[in-house]
């Protein structure tokens, strides 16, 4: 767990991918540190205003029991995303997990929808939570 964080924590240091404060975010959540993780998302968004970034800060913030702030967040977040066949696997997914956050059934219908319309398809990474560097579609 703390080699994780490590390796996450250098990655995103070096300061060329702010996927790396991303990833390093999704490691602290995942161990239960979530003002950790909500301070590293911002720098993450700080570098590069994403949707799924905001995606994971409104989940964070939302954990920290500050509703009120989740809705603004995610209206930015929603302003972010390209249209619903556009996104990518990953996209979809914080998509999905947005939407489920705020309980939107008409953006949570459309996403199952497209992932439904996507399932005759290979996926390459079952892992579409975290981010690589170089590989945005």
């Known amino acids: 767990r703390k080699r994780e964080e490590q390796h996450f924590e250098r990655a995103a240091i070096d300061g060329r991918w702010p996927g790396a ?6 490691a602290c959540k995942r161990y239960g540190r979530i ?3 909500l ?3 911002n720098k993450a968004i700080a570098d590069e205003e994403d949707a799924p970034y ?6 964070l913030e939302s954990m920290l029991g500050h509703h009120e702030s989740v809705g ?3 209206a930015d977040a929603w302003e972010l995303f390209p249209d619903v066949d556009e996104m990518s696997d990953w996209e979809l997914h914080w998509y999905t ?6 309980k939107d059934q008409e953006k949570v219908k ?5 992932k439904k319309s996507r399932s005759s ?16 579609e």
Do not use: C, Y
């Open 97 to 102: 997990t947005g939407a489920k956050l705020v």
């Open 121 to 136: 398809q290979v996926s390459l990474s079952s892992n579409i939570e975290g981010k690589l560097p170089g590989l945005r």
């Open 110 to 114: 459309s996403a199952e929808r497209e």
């Open 21 to 26: 404060w991303f990833n390093l975010a999704l």
């Open 54 to 59: 905001l995606v994971l800060k409104a989940e």
């Open 35 to 37: 003002e950790d993780a």
């Open 39 to 41: 301070n590293t998302v």
């Open 72 to 74: 603004r967040i995610m």
